[in-house]
């Protein structure tokens, strides 16, 4: 057996060109989607991940703005920048590039954008929404993944799916979008005992942790599906996953690669929440109108 690759470079185009005839659509309306990306210190991964962003809404008809500010940045002076965005009709969605400066509250920060807004689906409204299955905005990375085991034709109805990772950005939402799902979810992390237990019992795992090679050969079931969200670097600095790719390729059913898997697809569902939010503000703006 050898798995198959989920182009991640391929479904994101796919999804991009979608974008772009929504955001022609609200062009016909007189609405143009608008993205803010507020960055915060010059730290270079950000700044590679902020061009990417740019780029990407260029290339749907997004406009899009990069708030820069100098890592000496006070947390009032962000919150009140984030105030400035929250009432700017031309924008409608808000993300602050993450990670932030220590002396910031991040969650402080996250809380402060409008829900209307929170194109990243970080706000606690968001996270709420999610839980009780009325999703609003879906955290681009677990969006990202649903998606992509959608376009290989995996329904997660009545899988056993184990998300390795509970982080607030991938780990948690991941497992809260499988479990609407249908799927049989485990959460595992840094504490649970015999990790290859479970991954073994899995038909879809999602490997989240940020740890090299943590993913063996000998911790997949013949024929399952794995998606690696890890962004780690190897020793001659390239990037890896957490996933043993390589090994693990020649059991597994399916695979994503890194790079090309998840992270184009992250970036892609940015924007698809960045038009849903104009799609939005312009219904609400038509049924305030026309009650008006």
């Known amino acids: 057996m050898s798995a198959r690759l989920i182009d991640g470079n391929a479904l994101a185009a796919q999804v991009r060109a979608d974008v772009a005839l929504r955001v022609q659509r609200l062009a016909e309306r007189g609405q143009r989607p608008g993205l803010v990306v507020v960055l915060v210190g010059q730290d270079p991964a950000s700044e590679v991940y902020v061009r990417h962003k740019a780029n990407d809404c260029a290339g749907v008809g997004i406009h899009s703005v990069v708030d820069r500010h100098p890592a000496t940045m006070l947390e009032d002076a962000l919150l009140q920048r984030i105030r400035h965005w929250n009432a700017d009709p031309a924008i409608h969605g808000i993300l602050v590039q993450l990670p932030l400066p220590p002396h910031i509250d991040t969650q402080r920060v996250i809380e402060a954008i409008s829900p209307d807004k929170d194109v990243d689906g970080f706000h606690v409204s968001s996270a709420g929404a ?130 090309g898997g998840v992270g184009p697809m992250t970036r892609a569902m940015l924007l698809v929440n960045t038009v849903e939010a104009a799609e939005r503000f312009v219904t609400s703006d038509a049924a305030g109108n026309a009650v008006s």
Not at 190 to 208: E, K, N, Y
Not at 229 to 243: F, M, Q, S, T
Not at 246 to 252: E, I, L, N
């Open 130 to 259: 999610l839980m009780i299955g009325r999703p609003r905005f879906r955290p681009c990375t677990p969006y990202g993944c649903m998606k992509m085991l959608e376009s290989i034709g995996c329904n997660p109805r009545g899988q056993h799916a184990v998300v390795v990772g509970r982080s607030n950005i991938v780990g948690k939402p991941m497992a809260l979008l499988l479990l609407q799902a249908s799927a049989t979810v485990t959460i595992c992390h840094s504490a649970t005992p015999d990790l290859g237990h479970h991954t073994r019992q899995a038909d879809i795992i999602v490997a989240a942790t940020g740890r090299r090679g943590m993913l063996g050969p000998d911790m997949v079931k013949p024929g399952a599906v794995v998606l690696d969200v890890g962004i780690n670097r190897d020793e001659a600095g390239k990037l890896c996953g957490d996933v043993d790719f390589a090994a693990v390729s020649p059991v597994a059913g399916w695979i994503s690669p890194v790079p």
